[in-house]
């Protein structure tokens, strides 16, 4: 079975809200779901990451041109 993709396009979006609207996807996602979250505040590349180790998903980071792309993989990591 495929792993289910969710995306989530925060772009131009300050922070704290990329990081609102990925909790908001986490509450209803299950263990192994990956969600991709676009954003372009710079605080994201802290935000987001740390969100997510303090609550056990892995995060990826990519910068494309004009925003990161942040991979989460939903329960993938133990917390910090």
Avoid: W, Y
């Amino acid at each position: 079975m495929a792993t289910e993709v969710k995306t989530i396009d925060a772009r131009g979006l300050k922070c704290p809200l990329p990081v609102l609207k990925l909790e908001k996807r986490l509450t209803d996602a299950t263990k192994g779901t990956t969600i991709v979250v676009l954003a372009s505040d710079p605080m994201a590349r802290i935000d987001i990451p740390l969100h997510c180790r303090q609550n056990g998903h892995d995060c990826a980071v990519a910068t494309a041109e004009d925003h990161m792309e942040f991979t989460v993989t939903v329960g993938a990591a133990s917390p910090a």
